[in-house]
């Protein structure tokens, strides 16, 4: 049990238990509010919903307490994810497909959800962020193996730490075992249209999968 409330949840529209669902996590700050949007940008078929982080920071929320930017305490994702996974079980029991699409501080969270437990999602985007190094989540050799892993990353993005995205790239392109499709944009910290573009095939892939 944690201390945490019920999970606030934005879908996108009614949700529908015989569909795939895609969970979008929104960044550290942030809310379900803004996030939730991206899924007009995506491929009809699976339910959309977007969580509220649990930890209400700077106006907005975040999914764990950090050590740094882009460096998760242990313990404090050990415990978001446990209030998630209670929430999701609720809507998602076996046999549903989820996907996980993160940006940012939930491109974290949802890299920490697949290593704790890859054999329940579908596949997960990692948006402009990192995985939770030195987290409490095994980063193994073919920890990832088989799972359909999204990575979008900015060249010039100033926000998360160079060496984490450089690490999460070589990662989940090499020894994961994950199949990655991943892209570099030119630009900072913010989701492209060339990206949304590719992410809503990636998604729609998913689907007919």
Do not use: C, K
């Not at 994810?81 to 940006?103: E, Q, S």
């Not at 990575?151 to 010039?156: H, K």
């Amino acid at each position: 049990m944690t201390g945490f409330p019920q999970p606030t949840v934005a879908w996108h529209d009614e949700d529908d238990a015989g569909r795939p669902l895609v969970v979008l996590l929104h960044g550290r700050g942030a809310d379900e509010r803004g996030i939730i949007g991206l899924a007009q940008h995506l491929p009809p078929g699976p339910s959309y919903a977007a969580v509220r982080a649990p930890i209400a920071e700077g106006g907005g929320y975040a999914w764990f307490a950090n050590r740094g930017i882009g460096r998760p305490v242990a313990e404090s994702l050990a415990e978001t994810m446990a209030w998630f996974r209670d929430w999701l079980d609720g809507v998602a029991p076996a046999g549903r497909p989820v996907v996980l699409v993160g940006f940012s501080g939930g491109a974290a969270f949802a890299g920490g959800l697949v290593l704790a437990d890859p054999e329940r999602f579908a596949g997960a985007a990692i948006l402009y962020g990192t995985l939770p190094f030195e987290a409490g989540v095994p980063v193994t050799p073919a920890r990832l193996a088989g799972l359909p892993v999204f990575v979008a990353q900015g060249e010039a993005d100033t926000v998360i730490p160079r060496e984490l995205l450089d690490r999460t790239w070589t990662y989940l392109r090499g020894e994961s075992g994950a199949v990655a499709h991943t892209r570099r944009d030119p630009g900072g910290h913010g989701i492209t249209g060339d990206t949304m573009a590719e992410l809503a095939g990636w998604v729609a892939a998913r689907q007919d999968a």
